[in-house]
């Protein structure tokens, strides 16, 4: 019986050895995970101030007041580009209308030189006889041209 005790005691022993061995693997399992997580605080740590190095060479290398000239310098010259175009493009529009209206111009003068050289030789004695249906064509092609300017100038006021 006495073996027994020994033998019970032993166990008890060897239990609370397993269990204290169990502890302890939890503990190193615990300090694993620590050290691992200490690792990747260190290689992030080492990552952000790589990063924070670059950052610094590349705000270095911009050198912000000198863009913020180049950039203000170039918005100038797309507004002047932006003008000029358009000053251009005014200057082709009132060419064009002024050789459009040149050409009207010319018409109307010519129209109103015919009319006057028809009265003028409709007043002047005629040297030869001409039969009248002659004479009176041109003073009716003239009549048909007053009437289809007169009816472009009311379509012109209409616009």
């Not at 061995?21 to 399992?29: E, F, I, R």
């Not at 009437?147 to 006021?157: G, K, T, V």
Request: proline residues 3%.
């Amino acid at each position: 019986m006495v073996t027994c005790k020994v033998l019970a005691k032993e166990i008890i022993h060897s239990r609370k050895a397993i269990g204290r061995l169990y502890v302890n693997k939890a503990q190193m399992m615990s300090i694993g995970n620590a050290l691992a997580e200490q690792l990747a605080m260190v290689r992030v740590s080492g990552s952000l101030q790589r990063s924070g190095e670059v950052m610094k060479l590349v705000n270095d290398s911009l050198k912000l007041p000198e863009m913020q000239k180049t950039m203000y310098e170039m918005s100038k010259e797309m507004a002047k580009a932006g003008l000029i175009e358009e000053m251009m493009n005014d200057a082709l529009d009132s060419a064009l209308d002024a050789e459009e209206m040149e050409e009207e111009t010319e018409a109307q003068v010519e129209k109103v030189l015919l009319e006057v050289a028809g009265e003028t030789i409709a007043a002047m004695p005629a040297t030869k006889a001409r039969p009248a249906s002659a004479a009176a064509a041109p003073i009716e092609e003239l009549a048909d041209d007053d009437s289809e300017l007169r009816e472009r100038l009311n379509a012109m006021r209409t616009i």
